[in-house]
T-cell receptor
C-alpha cells in the first residue's frame, strides 16, 4: 500500500507569517508531486506541482522536494486569511496512480 | 474552456435505492478518474479510465458499484443498491494522460438515509 502522510493539523499561523506544510511518501518510485488546496465544501484545486529535487517558486508559494528523504513541503509566504483551507499532498507513484494524503488544515488568523 | 462538469451536485436517497452520477471531462483529456472523499480524508481513487478502457478499478466495490465511459468522453458511476456507508463526496477528475495534472469537478455530495 503506497502511503502519503501529512499532519492533519490544524496549523495555525498569524496573518503575514510563513506557513510550512509537510508531507512524506513511501513509494521510492514516485515521480510527480502535487499540492492541492481544498476549501470547505469545495473540490481540490491545484496549487503547485514539482518533479525535480529542489525548490520551485510561484508567487507566494514554494514547493520543496527531497527524493532521498521522500519528503515534499509547501511554504506559503505572507499568509492571508483567504489561505485558510485544507492542503492536500498528492503523489504519482510507479503505477501512475495519484495517491492523496489526508490533508493538513491551515488556519490563518487576522 | 469549460472545466470538469459533474451532476448532480447533491443527491439524497434512501438506502437500497440506486443512484447515478455523471461526469463530462475537459475537452481533449483522455484520462478520467472517479474518486470518493469522506469527511476529513483525502480523495481515494475508485476507477481510472484511459479513453474508454478502465485501467485501474482495483478499489471499486464491484458488487454494488459500476462505471462506464462510452466513446471515451462522458462517464457515469452507479451504485446499486446504496448503503448508509456510501454517503460521501464523489469527485470526477480528468487529465491529458495519467502522469499529468488532474483537474477536479465540483463533486456530487451523496447522502444515504
Amino acid at each position: 500500500q503506497k502511503e502519503v502522510e501529512q499532519n492533519s493539523g490544524p496549523l495555525s499561523v498569524p496573518e503575514g507569517a510563513i506557513a510550512s506544510l509537510n508531507c512524506t511518501y513511501s513509494d521510492r518510485g514516485s515521480q510527480s508531486f502535487f499540492w492541492y488546496r481544498q476549501y470547505s465544501g469545495k473540490s481540490p484545486e491545484l496549487i503547485m506541482f514539482i518533479y525535480s529535487n529542489g525548490d520551485k517558486e510561484d508567487g507566494r508559494f514554494t514547493a520543496q522536494l527531497n527524493k532521498a528523504s521522500q519528503y515534499v513541503s509547501l511554504l506559503i509566504r505572507d499568509s492571508q486569511p483567504s489561505d485558510s483551507a485544507t492542503y492536500l499532498c498528492a503523489v504519482i507513484g510507479g503505477y501512475s496512480t495519484l495517491t492523496f494524503g489526508k490533508g493538513t488544515m491551515l488556519l490563518v488568523s487576522p | 474552456e469549460a472545466g470538469v462538469v459533474q451532476s448532480p451536485r447533491y443527491k439524497i436517497i434512501e438506502k437500497k435505492q440506486p443512484v447515478a452520477f455523471w461526469c463530462n471531462p475537459i475537452s481533449g483529456h483522455n484520462t478520467l478518474y472517479w474518486y470518493l472523499q469522506n469527511l476529513g480524508q483525502g480523495p481515494e481513487l475508485l476507477i481510472r479510465y484511459e479513453n474508454e478502457e478502465a485501467v485501474d478499478d482495483s478499489q471499486l466495490p464491484k458488487d454494488r458499484f459500476s462505471a462506464e465511459r462510452l466513446k471515451g468522453v462522458d462517464s457515469t458511476l452507479k451504485i446499486q443498491p446504496a448503503e448508509l456507508g456510501d454517503s460521501a463526496v464523489y469527485l470526477c477528475a480528468s487529465s491529458l494522460d495519467p502522469k499529468n495534472i488532474q483537474y477536479f469537478g465540483a463533486g456530487t455530495r451523496l447522502s444515504v438515509l
